[in-house]
């Protein structure tokens, strides 16, 4: 037996969907979560059902992918019964979903989810009387707290029993006689879900004029007879007639209700965190106080033991000469056990052998260089995890439209935007719900710029050395905010130069804030942990076995390692043929400058190789302890020619180029064109270029930005002089030629 669930967006229908088959589906509060169609299992003593989760939807019309996804699974696929779920604190307008559903061949159980929530509100369903006024089951729940799910169940199990017929709310109306047509044309034809696609078809629905354009011709003349004040627009009749058919018993089911002039906790709430002022300020700064949480080492600001004194054990962990934030910390912590699993391995080996040096100093020197940083990566998903399980992140889609808006994007951009800060692939392949082609492909463009969870070791491994790591906090918000930027200027360049296009109407309804789901954070978690450990054991391990071959032997491998790096196989590549292509950029000049460009090439595989690459070059052995890695690491960026400009244009180089192989392969399925895919990465590569070499030059020779803003203000003034020009026609206003011609 198969149970379609459908429901509009944050109507908690993937929490329902978790619930029941104890899923590690992600429950966002923004539609789009469950663009592609998803399946699990309900057990229960006499078997299990399949559930099939449909994207969140407010209709079944196709004007967005999820709603042709939806529509394409309830009428090809043939679920034996679709569980409708309601959110019982906006009733009339979840209400509007279920008409459409009711007119499908489907039996139809209501679930009024947040039950729990609308009693809070003052709000008391009379359920009995909406059951029988829909004429199916309407059972109450609450997903997030799993409060009567086994009696939904049961009544999604005995309503298959029961085949129902559709029914249209736009039966009974001045549309009948149209509605009776159109269903004896469909049911002439054979066509299952007759009322359905008659309703459809009045409607001229673009999919169904495309299926059965003759059914469609045939209903020309009645449409014309019929009398309205639509002026011909029978979409808007029908979604008239649904909300007035709602409108004769809606208020009738409730037997009390709290005023609607009652401010709620998130109506307070939204005052300033949707602020038109100072909503973007908090959102920097609440991003802000998670980086600081993370990645800084001086959690109060304060000295707590004078760091010139041996640490003990303890203050290696919590913190020598300040306190460490909770997420440097638990980096501690994992370095401590990667150092005493390395231990274990030295110990166990042969020294000087060549299988020893592949498995200490190129698999495990690699892998753990990577794998200490999974807790940072974990405390950094679980604040982002929070902040859209409460609800905040889709104010941040809402206040942030208003900005994106002239740069060529909507507010739902912001979504995909933003999930690449967990990984670029899901962020690009979530670009799919966006509506506009011109906008997606913007999007996919823009995508790698927000820095991902795999790039942070390089990172961390900067902000460790740089200015003696005094500012690693800073710095790496610093690198994040530099990737915001050059996405805002690029969509700029991109939307006046090739995206010319208008921006669809961006709707989104708030939810309510809520506590977030312990359950959830932990899946959401276990699937981030997942997924790093399987690239780590599979893609990196490989690469990083390859890039040690590559760089401890020579041409001649046969005759073993080589003692100078820069006679290895890798090192004359980068230092004869590619470290040339580089200098203008700082960090490819010097004697190990060629380390810096191998390093950067790697990252194109992955960019969890970038730090492992650096490690394996600067001579980190895996016995070496904390403090000596970073000493090591340390001098091997102190001996770069450009000194901090440098190492700035390095990190600016790996943000911004081809974020790794996976995200290649996931633009190259969004763009469905091999010309479009190496545009993006030629795109990708040439901002990377220019803008870490901007920042090398205006770092070294600081007084070139003086000259560099002057010509751009001059540049921009000419532009608004000769712009004013024109429009004035060389002399006079716009509006004193208009006068003129008019007299």
Known sequence: MKIALAGNPNSGKTTLFNALTKSSAHVGNYPGVTVERRTGYYKHPSGREEIIDLPGIYSLSPHSPEEVISRRELLENDPDVVVNIVDATNLERNLYLTTQL????????????????????????????????????????????????????????????????????????????????????????????????????????SVEAEAYPDLLAALVPEKAKTKNDFEGDFEGMVADLRYKYLDTFIHDVFKGRKSHKTVTKSDKADKVLTHRVWGIPLFILIMFAVFHLTFSESLFFISWTPANEEPTFIQTIFGHGAIHSPGVILFNLMEQGMDALTGLAVAGLPEG????????DG???????????????????????????????????FIMDRILRRFGLSGRAIMPLITCFGCAVPGIMATRTLENEKERRMTILLAPFFSCGAKLPVWAAFGAVLWG???????????????????????????????????????????????????????????RLKHYIVRAATIIASAVIVLWFLNSFGWAFWQGIVDDPKQSIIGSISYYVLQWAFYPLGFAMGDNGWMFVAAAFSGLIAKEIVAASLHVFAGVADDDSEERAAELFGVLVAGMVGGVPAALSFMAFNLLS?????????????????????????????????????????????????????????????????????????????????????E
């Open 102 to 205: 009711l007119e499908l061949d489907i039996p139809v159980v209501v679930a009024l989810n947040m039950m729990d929530a609308a009693d809070k509100n003052g709000m008391s369903i009379d359920r009995e009387k909406l059951s029988g006024l829909l004429g199916v089951p309407v059972l109450p729940i609450s997903a997030l707290k799993r409060a009567g799910l086994p009696e939904l169940m049961q009544a999604a199990i005995a309503a298959q029993a029961a085949p129902r017929k559709g029914r249209a709310a736009v039966a009974g109306t001045y549309l009948d006689a149209l509605l009776l047509k159109s269903v004896a044309l469909y049911e002439k034809k054979g066509v299952r879900h007759p009322v359905f696609h008659a309703v459809k078809a009045i409607e001229a629905d």
């Open 353 to 360: 052998t060549w299988y020893t040096g592949l498995l200490v």
């Open 363 to 397: 698999l495990m020197g690699g892998l753990f260089a990577i794998l200490s940083f999974i807790p940072q990566i974990l405390l950094l998903f679980l604040f982002i995890s929070i902040l859209e399980d409460t609800g905040y992140m889709a104010r941040v889609a």
């Open 469 to 527: 790591g005094a500012y690693a906090d800073i710095l790496i918000f610093g690198i994040y905010l530099l990737g915001i930027v050059v996405a805002i200027l690029s969509a700029i360049i991109l939307n006046k130069l090739l995206f010319k296009n208008a921006i669809p109407v961006f709707i989104m309804e708030l939810p309510e804030y809520h506590r977030p789901q312990f359950r959830n954070t932990m899946r959401v978690l276990w699937e």
């Open 658 to 742: 081809v974020p790794c192989m996976a995200a290649v392969a996931a633009a190259r399925s969004e763009f469905h064109s091999g010309k479009k895919l190496w545009f993006a990465v030629g795109y990708w590569m040439l901002t990377a270029y220019v803008v870490s070499a901007a920042i090398y030059w205006i770092g070294t020779y600081w007084w070139i930005s003086l000259i560099l803003v002057g010509v751009l203000a001059a540049a921009v003034g000419a532009y608004y002089l000769v712009k004013r020009g024109k429009k004035t026609g060389g002399g006079g206003s716009v509006k004193a030629q208009d006068k003129a011609i008019g």
